[in-house]
């Protein structure tokens, strides 16, 4: 079973920046795209970033268009998410994803990892 790690969460003031790295746990794991979502408490998940892995074309949710960008290293066969002027809104479990059977339809989830924006 392919597994998506997550990293990079953690405590940042407003106005900063965090980086978040997804590598899956077996190399040779492709995909149609891969993704981040977020889910804060008594929310729902929020799609946040998304970028189709054959073409390179990227997609933002509407609240951080502008402020994170989605990358991936081919070679490592990771996605990354820069996520800058971080708000306390901003504060969530963040999950990578991935949309291995059919594009947009995102199947393959990782544990998550906490992102605390402090005012």
């Known amino acids: 079973q392919v597994q998506l790690v997550e990293s990079g969460g953690g405590l940042v003031q407003a106005g900063g920046s965090l980086r978040l790295s997804c590598v899956p746990s077996?190399?040779?794991?492709?995909?149609?795209?891969m993704g981040w979502f977020r889910q804060a408490p008594g929310k729902e998940r929020e799609f946040v970033a998304g970028?189709?892995?054959?073409?390179?074309?990227?997609y933002y949710g509407d609240s951080v268009k502008g402020r994170f960008t989605i990358s991936k290293d081919n070679a490592k066969n990771t996605v990354s998410l820069q996520m800058n002027s971080l708000k306390p809104e901003d504060t969530a479990e963040y999950y990578c994803?991935?949309?291995?059977?059919?594009?947009?339809?995102?199947?393959?989830w990782g544990q998550g990892t906490q992102v605390t924006v402090s005012s």
């Open positions: 077996v190399r040779t794991f492709s995909s149609n795209a």
């Open positions: 970028i189709r892995w054959s073409t390179g074309d990227t």
């Open positions: 994803a991935a949309a291995v059977r059919r594009l947009g339809q995102y199947d393959y």
